[in-house]
């Protein structure tokens, strides 16, 4: 076996986890892998930390497996390769990084396997550069936006049913998708428990799906953003509270609302110039007889809203003529407004959330609840 370098890195550390897994089970017969491999954990909060981490697994990948036997070195779940951050930036943590990246330019030896895996990294980091040129990167990617999440997570889905015997009508998928939202480990463990209810070889109906599958952190989520958009101050409070005290929820949250806003905006204005129509429980649709300038601009936005699924817009769009145009404009206005503090200030971030959301959401006015009949806007 020659010498192997490979770091596997992404958003989604099931895949990541599981892809390092499968390398392994690939690499080391299962009667070697209690002693051919060696796991050194890279999740560290000083720089100190992140020194021994790199000197242990140097140590590691130089030290042959008992009896010459095939042994794999996982540095597992780095944290010190994101760039920017206290311990990153410490400089006992630069020094060990750049340690690290010295050896490996110099070349694993035959026998010498190691396998890097990290949730968060700089892919202009000097160590993913080095994996690069000196062995592979198998980079599930990151920084997705919501809809690419909901693209990928629909293929991801095909692939996890198959292994599960189960199969699932578009109806189901899209309920699941909403209610389970987009980890793939929390995928897992959901399609693990429609199994078990139903069976192998069954094809899951909607009602199954709401009746066994839990509701995921994205799905919390997606409550919030229904809440706004129906004006709903109660939920928008309920669904809050029982997102509060989650890591980087904050954060989260103010992207996703302000991207929401950002495709109410448009809509709005689509609505407003006779470019779509719909109405809250009707039909929802785009006009076909679009002038060249309005499908020029909308052929130019970043992504072009007739695109939009139709149950998507559907949804959308009643939540659009709940607001009036500059109702939306301000509400991106405060939503930003939102993101910057909760970055700059030391003010709890639920608080900031509530008073923000109930800011918009105010009382609808006259104008937001207008909307033509379905069949008048064709």
Not at 81 to 107: F, H, P
Not at 239 to 247: A, C
Request: charged content about 30%.
């Amino acid at each position: 076996m020659n010498g192997k370098l490979c770091l596997i890195c992404g958003d989604d550390d099931f895949l990541v986890d599981s892809a390092a897994r499968e390398r392994i089970n690939q690499l080391v017969p299962e009667a070697d892998r209690a002693f051919g491999v060696e796991v050194v954990d890279g999740r560290k909060d000083t720089g100190d930390e992140v020194r021994r981490a790199v000197d242990a697994c140097i140590e590691s990948v130089r030290t042959p497996g008992f009896f010459g036997a095939n042994k794999v070195t996982w540095l597992r779940d780095v944290t010190f390769l994101t760039g920017g951050g206290r311990v990153a930036e410490s400089a006992a943590a630069k020094e060990a990084v750049d340690k690290l990246a010295v050896w490996l330019k110099e070349g694993l030896l035959e026998g010498q396997v190691l396998i890097i895996t990290a949730v968060k990294v700089l892919r202009t980091s000097i160590i993913f550069k080095v994996c690069q040129k000196q062995g592979e990167v198998e980079d599930f990617g990151g920084g997705f936006k919501s809809w690419e999440l909901e693209k990928l997570t629909a293929q991801r889905l095909d692939g996890l049913l198959k292994k599960a015997g189960l199969s699932m009508d578009d109806e189901a998928r899209q309920e699941f998708i909403t209610r389970a939202g987009f980890d793939t480990r929390f995928l897992v463990q959901e399609i693990e428990k429609l199994r078990l209810y139903m069976g192998e070889g069954k094809r899951v109906a909607v009602e199954d799906v709401r009746e066994i599958t839990s509701i995921g952190r994205e799905a919390e989520a997606w409550d919030l953003l229904d809440a706004f958009g129906e004006r709903h101050a109660l939920n928008v409070l309920k669904t809050l509270k029982r997102l509060s005290g989650q890591k980087g929820i904050g954060v989260m949250l103010a992207a996703m609302l302000e991207k929401n806003v950002r495709d109410l905006l448009v809509l709005r204005e689509a609505y407003d110039r006779k470019w779509a129509y719909g109405s809250k429980g009707g039909a929802c649709g785009w006009s076909t007889s679009l002038a060249p300038e309005a499908a020029a601009i909308l052929n130019a936005l970043p992504v072009n809203p007739k695109t939009m699924n139709a149950w998507a817009l559907k949804k959308k769009l009643p939540h659009a003529l709940n607001y009036t145009l500059q109702e939306l404009r301000v509400a991106r206005f405060r939503v930003l407004e939102l993101r910057e503090k909760l970055v700059s200030t030391g003010l709890p971030e639920m608080f900031l959330l509530e008073t923000t959301l109930l800011r918009i959401i105010g009382n609808k006015t006259k104008d937001a609840v207008a909307a033509r009949p379905a069949a008048g806007a064709r």
